[in-house]
């Protein structure tokens, strides 16, 4: 007790503003549930495991630590699972694993000779009483960093059905028996509350559900609400009513006069269908895609070093498959596992090293790659003596809290729980590697993934120019056009200049199959048929096509040439000029449909175990070549965008200003009259109005922004896209992918010999590499759905599909979204 009084200086009592760590080490995964429990420091209130306490003090000096250890209770008797009725984790109704009960035990420990005295006890100053109290009453950081629930909106009255018009037709609608009025579908059926058609609801991603007859009445006839029969109970609160204009499950309060006009009783009728919202849950709950996880099959589960899953904090899956992918090269491993233990990033950190990204990378490796916590857990239902549990195949995973709370400090998306693109958060991570390392080139790992692309364009003139730039992904767009089973017409003459080329005796699918599967899948719609999720035959288009895509010559129209002192339209080839140790290849599944919906590729690429991309080698200025001149100052001003002459006589017809109108048109990227009239009588009173055009610089049309921000591209990305494109959404969405596919406007037109880039040395060797990680993408959108990560290791495809680790039996190296190759030694 002398020894806790002679260090109270070094007690702290917290402020409410303090942020307490109190359930997870802050450089190891060792919560109050390991073995050594969580030693809580007294001054700082960082939480450290047993092994790293000692480390805190060595560099500290503090000596005083609450030590909260919790162990696993005896249950005698099976607690009942309870099915979750709402979509929400930790809430009343929502998801209940089953969590064994903890028993907790506090001490005060003092350091370095771990001198121990219990907690609570009268003994104890009542300084160092107040310090545990708030402590223990405070809500720890880790919790406050992170949402503790994630619940579903609540349906809101859709004003669609108050004002619902129901058309007095004579229908009736029988309580049973009920069949879609366009197929034989029985089930996912929907009556419209405007004139009583029952119609199968929407078909779903793998081909099941329905046949879209309902949606596609919607859109014929503008009838607005429907509900799902077989949800209708004498609880209409629980019924399934649908909005299509509102798109989402809406309440109807009139629901029961509205069931009423086609004689229906609700009070007697009974739930034999799942309501959207169940169905949500019931995917949420088993996750059925099948084929990415690997579903329905018997996998072996893998423990130990480098085997250890991550725990999903809530749509935090993109990160988890993205990181075990990172931490699967031997860059990262070294830099941040081999080379720096533990020990010496905590000893190179900042006061608090929550906030440090290099102690937390150093935390997440340990964690993945020492196989401290990949070790089978103790079944948690298991009513038998704790000491006698026998484990069972599942791990329970390390949370990468601190990690995710560090990256995402930065970026507003990434720091909220809703879903992200795994590529978007790909570059964001390596960005982050890179500026932490800045000045360390050597230190830096994000090295071994960057690569130099060089761009050749030749004007019309004969002369030529060239840009280099620096990346870390290769964006592949995907030429349909080349399916494999698409037909004969499709397989190209074999004659560009790819090693691994495949010839026609190589394919091994019927060209002819997919023109079969849609004339019999035509066949079935007519007939009402279903086409089963086996059956569905999806276009297959070669990774070799995909490279040859990136490589092969296109046009650039609007390309200032310096020679011509002219815009024209050039031809555009590249290469590359250096070859990474880690080749990532990003396939371009999401596209925009027309009115800028986007849309994801529903297709199979044919990825080998190994390819060879040595001729894509740029081999630069050849002798002979003429490069286009300097750009003198004049061509090194941005090109202005000139308004449209049919805009601005229409408004200047009503009356406006003709320079009025001129700005209005270029400052609305010449969408349109109503446009810019808009922009037009919202800006009459602002003070450059009456400016030439030539004094000012042009803007951006922010709808067109908010546009682009609604794709997932950030604010920044997306202006200067804009402003890169003329105002061109598409051209805007491709330079976003390739910034120098768009010349006309661009601050990245080039016109002379080789543009600088940086100096910093990129890694380089041979062309051939392996597969040896993919990160796939379930979902409709990277907004939303799953992503799981396949990894070759140790000579055998293992899957990563967040805290589960197992054996790999068939990986879907068809369907990935990112590919990772690694360089075949030389």
């Known amino acids: 007790m002398e020894l806790l009084r002679a260090n109270l200086p070094r007690v702290r009592i917290p402020e409410p503003t303090n942020r307490i760590y109190k359930h997870e080490c802050c450089i190891s995964f060792d919560t109050p549930k390991s073995e050594g429990g969580l030693y809580i420091d007294m001054n700082t209130f960082l939480a450290f495991g047993k092994d790293c306490v000692g480390w805190n003090f060595e560099k500290t000096g503090n000596p005083v630590y609450l030590h909260i250890r919790q162990t696993r209770k005896l249950v005698c008797e099976d607690r009942p699972l309870k099915k979750p009725t709402l979509l929400a ?131 014929e006839t503008g009838y607005p609400v429907a509900v799902k029969l077989g949800t209708i109970t004498a609880d209409l609160d629980a019924a399934d009513v649908f909005s299509y204009p509102e798109d989402e499950s809406v309440l109807d309060p009139l629901l029961a006069q509205h069931l009423a006009f086609f004689g229906i009783d609700f009070s007697s009728l009974r739930k034999t269908e799942m309501t959207t919202a169940e169905r949500e849950l019931d995917q949420n709950t088993n996750f059925d895609w099948n084929r990415i996880q690997e579903s329905g099959q018997e ?224 066949e079935r719609d007519t007939q009402g048929k279903e086409v089963s999720a086996d059956e569905i035959v999806r276009p297959r288009v070669r990774l070799v096509d995909c490279l040859r895509s990136f490589v092969a010559a296109e046009e650039v129209h609007d390309f200032y040439s310096t020679e011509l002192k002219a815009k024209v339209t050039a031809t555009k080839t590249a290469g590359l000029i250096s070859f990474p140790d880690y080749l990532v290849l990003h396939m371009r599944k999401f596209v925009m449909e027309a009115g800028w919906v986007p849309k994801k590729l529903d297709v199979y690429i044919d990825v080998p175990d190994t390819i060879d991309i040595s001729d894509m080698r740029s081999k630069g200025v050849q002798p002979g070549e003429e490069l286009l001149p300097e750009p003198a100052a004049e061509d090194m001003a941005e090109p202005k965008l000139l308004a449209d002459d049919d805009i601005v006589s229409q408004l200047v017809s009503m009356g406006f200003n003709n320079l009025h109108c001129q700005k209005a048109a270029i400052n609305t990227s010449n969408a349109g009259v109503e446009e810019a009239m808009n922009w037009l009588l919202s800006h009459m009173d602002d003070t450059d109005i009456d400016a030439p055009i030539s004094q000012e610089a042009q803007s951006v049309d922010q709808s067109k922004v908010d546009t682009l921000v609604s794709f997932g591209f950030q604010e920044d990305v997306a202006r200067k896209a804009l402003k890169a494109s003329g105002g061109d959404i598409e051209k805007a969405t491709d330079w976003i992918f390739n910034p120098t596919n768009v010349s006309s406007s661009s601050d990245m037109d080039v016109s002379s010999s080789t543009t600088s880039i940086a100096d910093s040395p990129l890694p380089d060797g041979g062309g051939a590499y392996r597969l040896m990680g993919i990160v796939s993408h379930i979902g409709t959108s990277t907004q939303c759905g799953h992503y799981v990560a396949h990894i070759n290791k140790d000579g055998q495809w293992v899957i990563f599909n967040d805290e589960k680790v197992r054996v790999s039996k068939n990986p879907p190296k068809e369907m990935g979204y990112l590919y990772v190759f690694e360089r075949l030694n030389s």
């Open 89 to 219: 984790i930790g809430v009343d109704g929502g998801f209940d694993n089953n969590e064994p009960e903890y028993e907790e035990t506090r001490n005060i420990v003092i350091l370095p000779d771990y001198v121990t005295l219990p907690f609570p006890s009268v003994e104890l100053p009542e300084k160092v009483r107040l310090a545990v109290d708030a402590i223990l009453m405070a809500e720890g950081a880790e919790r406050k960093e992170q949402v503790a629930s994630w619940t579903a909106d609540k349906k809101h009255v859709s004003e669609y059905a108050l004002n619902l018009q129901q058309l007095g037709n004579g229908v009736i609608i029988h309580p049973s028996g009920w069949k879609c009025a366009k197929c034989d579908k029985t089930e996912n059926l929907w009556l419209n509350l405007t004139d009583g058609m029952i119609l199968c609801g929407r078909r779903n991603w793998d081909g099941t559900g329905g046949n879209n007859h309902a949606i596609e009445h919607f859109k």
């Open 299 to 522: 996998m072996e589960p893998l423990f130990g070093p480098g085997y250890t899953g991550l725990v999903n904090l809530g749509n935090s899956c993109y990160l988890a498959a993205t990181m075990q992918v990172v931490f699967s090269t031997r860059s990262f491993c070294s830099r941040y596992y081999m080379t720096q233990s533990l020990k010496k990033a905590f000893e190179a950190a900042p006061a608090d090293p929550t906030v440090d990204l290099n102690t937390q990378l150093a935390k997440l490796a340990h964690g993945l790659l020492s196989g401290k916590y990949s070790v089978p857990a103790p079944e948690k239902e298991d009513t038998t003596n704790v000491a006698n549990a026998t484990p069972i195949a599942k791990q329970e995973g390390i949370p990468p809290r601190m990690f995710k709370g560090v990256i995402a400090a930065s970026h507003p998306e990434f720091s909220t729980m809703r879903q992200q693109d795994a590529l978007e958060f790909f570059l964001h991570f390596i960005d982050q590697v890179e500026r932490v390392n800045a000045g360390k080139p050597e230190f830096d790992p994000s090295t071994s993934f960057k690569f130099g692309i060089e761009e050749r364009l030749l004007c019309p003139s004969g002369k030529v120019a060239y840009n280099r730039r620096h990346d870390c992904i290769l964006s592949l767009s995907i030429p349909l056009h080349l399916a494999i089973n698409k037909g004969k017409a499709s397989l190209p003459a074999i004659c560009l200049r790819f090693p691994f080329v495949l010839s026609d005796a190589d394919v091994q699918y019927n060209p002819d199959e997919l023109e079969a599967f849609h004339k019999s899948k035509g």
